[in-house]
Nanobody
Framework: QVQLVESGGGLVQPGGSLRLSCAAS????????MGWYRQAPGKERESVAS???????NYAESVKGRFTISGDNAEGTVYLQMNSLKPEDTAVYYC??????????WGQGTQVTVSS
C-alpha cells in the first residue's frame, strides 16, 4: 500500500515563502515521478512541478523562477520550496507519485493561503 503524506501548508503574506514536504511509503517503483499539483476553489487541479527518479524537473510557467522542487527517490521524499508567493497561489496542494506500472497515488492535500 502506497501512502503519501503532505505537510507544510499554512497562511502566508504575499511575497512570503513556504516549504511543502511529502513523504511516500512503498517501493521506489511506486514513485518513478513525483510531483505537486494544486487546486483552487472553482478551478481544475493543475500540475505545479514534478521530478523524476533521475532528478529531471519540470515546472508550470506560472511558478517558474519562484518554486523549486527537490527530493530523494530512495527515501521517498519530495519538497516544494515556494518563494515570492502571490494570492493566486492560494490552493490545496497535493503530492502525487507515478508508479512504473502506470498507477498514480495522491496525498490528502495541504492548504496554502496567500493573503495579507
Amino acid at each position: 500500500q502506497v501512502q503519501l503524506v503532505e505537510s507544510g501548508g499554512g497562511l502566508v503574506q504575499p511575497g512570503g515563502s513556504l516549504r511543502l514536504s511529502c513523504a511516500a511509503s512503498g517501493s521506489i517503483f511506486s514513485r518513478i515521478v513525483m510531483g505537486w499539483y494544486r487546486q483552487a476553489p472553482g478551478k481544475e487541479r493543475e500540475s505545479v512541478a514534478s521530478i523524476t527518479s533521475g532528478g529531471s524537473t519540470n515546472y508550470a510557467e506560472s511558478v517558474k523562477g519562484r518554486f523549486t522542487i527537490s527530493g530523494d527517490n530512495a527515501e521517498g521524499t519530495v519538497y516544494l520550496q515556494m518563494n515570492s508567493l502571490k494570492p493566486e497561489d492560494t490552493a490545496v496542494y497535493y503530492c502525487r507519485s507515478a508508479a512504473a506500472n502506470g498507477l498514480h497515488y495522491w496525498g490528502q492535500g495541504t492548504q496554502v493561503t496567500v493573503s495579507s
